[in-house]
């Protein structure tokens, strides 16, 4: 983050007046957008004159300030200035997006401190360190605690997420794991080995140990809620609403302690009582389903974790799963189902290495040279979009390698028992814990993992680089860029850019949306759409793309910035209406479908589809010629700017 978008969010705090005054905020493809608790607080003069700032307005019950591309860079360092969540949803919307949103602020730590266990590990096995030393007892129970008291932190982290005050979130996840309440139960591994006390009665087959007003209280599996992850995240979820109802019902008088002690003492009942049961027997459900169709089906497990996991990078959709692997391991101690993506990351360095050997073109070497140091390291972004997908093949053949790597990985049983790391970092994960070892009554096997792993690091990277080397063909004309005419030849350089969708053309001064009106954004045209559909208007990338799909931004090969932001105030629509093709970093070329839209849909919901088409960098230029007039007729492909 740089020091402009900092003190430009500084700027727009103040000009609003302050934290305490924004109840929500968000932004889409241009424009920040706040719902504030007092509009007059709001300095729209001030704002407009605030460097950085396009316009200011209020539109749609919410405050819009218009900043332009850089809109995500000054959110971000909005959040980071304040302690607001974006749009303040408390919502649970997709399950998996919120665990997601949940984890987020702690993924570094718990890689971290997997890592660390998996570096004692290391020493135990190479017998520089033992067991029983102190400096591995304290170090290893160190970093072991955080999966321990995970209810705790996921607890503070979900009452953020939901709106929840922070503190009952913090006590709710300390109850699930104060002492008492942990000892009441049986361990699993006292279960299995018949050592368990009997229980009180059984419930739905479920043992169960006390009583919570006379009701039976079922515990998880394993014995307690320590090191779980759901149910915390749905007992809060459920505090969010007790706490809204409490804050009507307490008298004032007694609404410091009173609300606290309703939402925590309802809460924690219902939670003990049935949120934690319902959620432990489905938890286990799918952890058992998952377990048959890995142990029964491991190489169609495998073939489909490992060989499509690019495949859900490049559409984001790998992030909302990476907390599966983190419920799983504070569960089980080990996790299966994520493991066959292990390979991927060295089947991409494998294609990427075999493009670099192959090209005579100078800037992919270098550019893959780079790619290949950060993919052994398990970020393989670099490679992935600026070598490998690109040019199609090589990404297919990674992940044909890949899969084969998956399935080595689920046929061999080889589990993560940490998250340590990526790439050369993550044959730790296959390190077998002594928690795992102890929870299953087995013997502690820490080689045998990494074996295995390795293996299927290896098939994945000979695979890969020898169908690389022997089935793909350089495309001349695609590595080697177009040689353009510099100012030194005298001559200037003239850019097309396309017509993005057909319609009829409207000047950007007569919209309704004056931010792009005023040319404010940059030079440009809108467009009254005749059909559903946006093309890409050049060979680029694309750079941003909002979750609400409205608008999209696409970075040309030619170095244009084109912006298309699909009709007035549509961001509202929250993505209705709207289906996107692409995602935010991938390639298009010039043809390359983007987005469907629901004409009559959005239509019927009041909304205007003119769309704006504009140049966001044109202070780069020294001449932008817009080809067509208002009231023209124009089609999808036809040329639309030329600029000099």
């Not at 602020?105 to 997997?114: D, F, K, S, V």
């Not at 006292?190 to 515990?219: M, W």
């Not at 495998?302 to 599966?324: D, E, R, Y």
């Amino acid at each position: 983050m740089t020091n402009s978008y900092r003190e430009l969010a500084k700027s727009i705090l103040e000009n609003v007046g302050g934290e305490k005054n924004i109840a929500s905020m968000t932004h889409c493809m241009t424009r920040l957008r706040l719902n504030l608790k007092d509009d007059k607080k709001a300095n729209i003069p001030a704002l407009k004159n605030t460097n950085g700032v396009v316009n200011a307005q209020f539109s749609g019950g919410h405050l819009q300030i218009v900043i332009g591309v850089t809109v995500n860079e000054v959110f971000e360092a909005l959040l980071a200035l304040t302690t607001i969540q974006q749009s303040g949803e408390k919502s649970a919307g997709s399950f998996v997006a919120t665990i997601t949103a949940v984890f987020a602020p702690i993924l570094g730590i718990l890689c971290a401190t997997g890592l660390l266990k998996g570096v004692l590990m290391i020493l135990v096995a190479a017998g520089i360190l033992s067991e029983t030393s102190g400096t591995y007892t304290i170090l290893y129970n160190a970093a072991e605690s955080l999966f321990y008291f995970l209810p705790i932190v996921i607890g503070f982290l979900s009452a953020k997420k939901f709106a929840v005050n922070e503190m009952t979130g913090l006590m709710l996840g300390l109850a699930l794991c104060a002492p008492a309440l942990t000892a009441i139960a049986p361990s699993a591994v006292a279960v299995a080995s018949g050592s368990a006390d009997e229980p009180l009665g059984r419930i739905f087959g479920l043992r169960y140990y006390t009583t919570l007003f006379g009701i039976p209280v079922v515990f998880p599996s394993e014995g307690n809620y320590t090191s779980t992850v759901v149910p915390i995240i749905i007992i809060v979820y459920f505090a969010s609403f007790v706490e809204k109802a409490a804050k009507k019902i307490v008298p004032r008088e007694i609404k410091s302690f009173g609300v606290p002690l309703v939402t925590f003492f309802v809460s924690l009942s219902a939670g003990l009582l049935f949120i934690g049961p319902i959620v432990a027997i489905l938890t286990d459900f799918i952890g058992t389903l998952a377990q048959i169709i890995f142990e029964h089906f491991p190489v169609l497990g495998g073939a489909l974790v490992g060989g499509l996991w690019q495949v859900l990078v490049i559409f984001g959709l790998h992030w909302s799963l990476i907390p599966l692997r983190f419920i799983n391991l504070a569960s089980n101690h080990f996790d299966m189902v994520l493991t066959p993506y292990f390979p991927a990351s060295f089947a991409c360095l494998a294609a990427t290495l075999a493009v670099v050997i192959k090209t005579r073109d100078r800037q992919t070497k270098s550019i893959g040279i780079s790619a290949l140091l950060s993919a052994i390291t398990g970020i393989t972004e670099p490679a992935l979009y600026g070598i490998t997908l690109p040019r199609k093949k090589p990404f297919v053949f990674s992940c044909i390698g890949s899969a084969l790597g998956g399935i080595i990985i689920s046929a061999s049983k080889s589990y993560a028992y940490i998250s340590g790391g990526l790439g050369i970092f993550g044959f730790s994960d296959f390190m077998m814990t002594k928690e795992y070892a102890e929870q299953y009554g087995v013997a502690q096997n820490m080689t045998g993992g990494v074996c295995w792993a390795l293996c299927a690091a290896i098939c994945a990277m000979i695979s890969t680089f020898l169908l690389t080397l022997f089935f793909y063909k350089e495309d001349t004309a695609q590595s080697t860029p177009a040689i353009s005419p510099t100012a030194d030849s005298g001559e200037k350089e003239h850019i097309i850019i396309t017509s993005p969708l057909s319609g009829t053309v409207v000047n950007l001064a007569d919209i309704e949306d004056k931010a792009f009106a005023d040319s404010g954004l940059g030079s440009g045209i809108a467009i009254d759409p005749a059909d559903g559909t946006i093309f890409a208007p050049a060979d680029g990338v694309i750079a941003v793309l909002p979750e609400t799909y409205h608008a999209v931004c696409i970075v040309a090969d030619s170095g244009a910035m084109i912006l298309i932001h699909i009709g007035y105030n549509t961001a509202e629509l929250k993505g209705k209406g709207f289906t996107a093709h692409v995602s935010e970093g991938s390639p298009v070329k010039k043809g390359d479908k983007i987005i469907s839209i629901d004409l009559a849909a959005i239509k019927n919901e009041g909304y205007s589809l003119i769309t704006p088409v504009i140049i966001g960098n044109s202070s780069e230029y020294t001449f932008i010629n817009t080809l067509k007039n208002s009231g023209d007729t124009v089609q999808t492909g036809e040329r639309l700017f030329e600029l000099t």
